[in-house]
């Protein structure tokens, strides 16, 4: 079948994966799929340990923070882990060398046009699924002009006010020794997205050499003031989901808990390896702070620029302190609508500009993208697809009898999940399962920094295992044995 594309464009048939393909009617763009198959991302190998300290807050403000009630909502963009980026055939792997995975299309020479990978829709819609969103049958993607060196086109395709789901939310479980409860955060958006390239500081050495397109013999450098400040254009037209939440948070804790289950929720999709040191996930959260009972939010401050869970907390909680203790003494007129950062070493929250109104990005519908139209067929193949989602796999462990610290872990990691899942599916003892699991073979997993995935043991072996010492054939000290030897060899 011809692949209709605008304006006939030539394309590289890698870009298309062959479960979905798209047909143009009447210049709209159809989304069509053969069959359900999905892309695995590659799984980080070490599971980033939520670890939250409320440690941050000055002594002097803990008497007034009970009178006052933090509204907190983040935005977080997910990197796709799609084989070719949104627009173009480029491959992206992250830690290339800069300006290796570029072209006409993502360089945003002029005439260039772009070409949308129909992976990117699949993923955007398994994401709103999973996030129990309305998903627009009809969406289009839209220009948000903006000047900045790393956006060589010097707009970025983005969606605006037809974003391609809405309105979800997100079921959490706090960790036990935070006080645990279940929560339910609002999702206001998803959309679909490009990402830019990255600016690169250098003191104009010879890092510029073997920074340029040789082949090309182009150099993609601005000289500022002595610095030599380079542009890398690999991440240049990545595909982004950009997922807005509610301003239903309330405690750092709370928000790094919903960054926490984003991720896990993304890597179970198998839409994004998540993987926050790297830039697949970056959070950017919003923060104010009312006095409690009072209706109207407080004057709210964005944060920026946080790589992992633990600073997403720290962040909030320092943030929270300073405009309470802003609040309690009669300073509120000095909490102004900013953008700060979070400096690591310092542990505390600095201004990094402030807002002077609202930017105009003269937002207009694409038109070198026809609209996006999704067919009942094509949604429900999907909906079809998706995994057993962590949400519904903690209650179902629950409901098997294990404990909450159980559960937790077991679901954290989808191919620990799999792995109990597999042993308990031959028959094993669920409890025993998950204890052998959580003990003996994690702390090899911790201890030699390797992933459930490889390790020697079978989920077969450690079901036969457990059957032996229930059944007296060997004792538990023999079988601790057997499993260290089976795990290594
Ligand atoms: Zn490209």
């Keep these: 079948m011809a692949l209709t594309f605008l304006?006939?464009?030539?394309?590289?048939?890698?870009?298309?994966?062959?479960?979905?393909?798209?047909?143009?009617?009447?210049?709209?763009?159809?989304?069509?799929?053969?069959?359900?198959?999905?892309?695995?991302?590659?799984?980080?190998?070490?599971?980033?340990?939520?670890?939250?300290?409320?440690q941050s807050q000055p002594k002097a403000v803990d008497k007034y923070l009970k009178d006052y009630e933090a509204v907190i909502g983040i935005e977080t963009h997910v990197q796709l882990s799609t084989l070719t980026k949104a627009f173009c055939s480029c491959p992206y792997n992250y830690g290339s060398p800069p300006n290796t995975s570029v072209c006409p299309v993502c360089m945003g020479l002029p005439g260039a046009l772009p070409v949308l990978n129909s992976?990117?829709?699949?993923?955007?819609?398994?994401?709103?699924?999973?996030?129990?969103?309305?998903?627009?049958?009809?969406?289009?993607?839209?220009?948000?002009?903006?000047?900045?060196?790393?956006?060589?086109?010097?707009?970025?395709?983005?969606?605006?006010?037809?974003?391609?789901?809405?309105?979800?939310?997100?079921?959490?479980?706090?960790?036990?020794?935070?006080?645990?409860?279940?929560?339910?955060?609002?999702?206001?958006?998803?959309?679909?997205?490009?990402?830019?390239?990255?600016?690169?500081?250098?003191?104009?050495?010879?890092?510029?050499?073997?920074?340029?397109?040789?082949?090309?013999?182009?150099?993609?450098?601005?000289?500022?003031?002595?610095?030599?400040?380079?542009?890398?254009?690999?991440?240049?037209g990545v595909p982004l989901l950009e997922i807005v939440s509610e301003p239903d948070m309330r405690t750092g804790i709370e928000a790094a808990e919903y960054a926490s289950e984003l991720q896990r929720l993304v890597r179970y999709?198998?839409?994004?390896?998540?993987?926050?040191?790297?830039?697949?996930?970056?959070?950017?959260?919003?923060?104010?702070?009312?006095?409690?009972?009072?209706?109207?939010?407080?004057?709210?401050?964005?944060?920026?620029?946080?790589?992992?869970?633990?600073?997403?907390?720290?962040?909030?909680?320092?943030?929270?302190?300073?405009?309470?203790?802003?609040?309690?003494?009669?300073?509120?007129?000095?909490?102004?609508?900013e953008t700060r950062l979070w400096e690591e070493g310092a542990q505390k929250t600095v201004t990094m500009r402030k807002k002077e109104g609202l930017a105009d990005y003269r937002y207009f519908p694409e038109p070198d993208l026809p609209g996006v139209t999704l067919t009942e067929e094509y949604v429900d193949n999907i909906r079809e697809s998706l995994p057993e989602l962590p949400e519904d796999k903690r209650r179902r462990y629950e409901k098997m009898g294990l404990s909450m610290q159980d559960v937790l872990f077991l679901a954290n990691d989808n191919n620990i999940a799999d792995f109990f899942d597999t042993t308990i599916a031959g028959g094993a003892d669920v409890k025993l399962a998950a204890n052998w699991i959580m003990g003996d073979i994690a702390a090899y997993m911790k201890n030699e920094k390797v992933t459930i995935n490889e390790i020697k043991l079978t989920p077969q072996e450690l079901g036969e295992l457990i059957a032996s010492i229930k059944d007296g054939t060997i004792s538990g000290k023999i079988g601790k044995e057997v499993i260290t030897l089976r795990v290594m060899i």
């Excluded at 009447?26 to 991302?41: D, E, F, I, K, P």
């Excluded at 790589?307 to 007129?333: C, K, P, T």
């Design 119 to 236: 992976k990117v829709i699949e993923c955007a819609v398994r994401v709103g699924l999973a996030l129990n969103c309305k998903l627009s049958m009809n969406s289009k993607f839209d220009r948000k002009q903006y000047f900045y060196p790393d956006l060589p086109k010097g707009y970025q395709i983005s969606q605006f006010d037809i974003p391609i789901a809405t309105g979800g939310y997100l079921d959490v479980d706090l960790p036990l020794e935070y006080g645990g409860g279940h929560r339910k955060f609002g999702i206001t958006r998803v959309h679909m997205e490009e990402d830019a390239g990255k600016l690169l500081h250098t003191d104009g050495g010879s890092y510029s050499q073997e920074r340029t397109l040789s082949h090309l013999n182009i150099r993609m450098d601005i000289d500022f003031l002595g610095f030599l400040i380079q542009v890398d254009l690999n991440r240049a």
């Design 269 to 337: 999709l198998g839409v994004s390896n998540g993987n926050m040191q790297e830039g697949s996930l970056r959070c950017d959260v919003n923060i104010s702070v009312r006095p409690i009972g009072q209706l109207e939010f407080g004057t709210k401050v964005e944060i920026k620029n946080l790589n992992s869970f633990s600073s997403v907390s720290r962040a909030i909680d320092y943030e929270i302190s300073r405009q309470v203790q802003l609040h309690s003494q009669g300073q509120v007129d000095q909490i102004v609508q």
């Design 7 to 54: 304006r006939g464009i030539q394309i590289n048939p890698s870009m298309l994966y062959p479960s979905s393909y798209f047909a143009r009617k009447h210049g709209v763009l159809y989304c069509c799929m053969r069959s359900a198959q999905t892309q695995t991302a590659t799984q980080e190998k070490e599971q980033t340990k939520l670890k939250v300290s409320t």
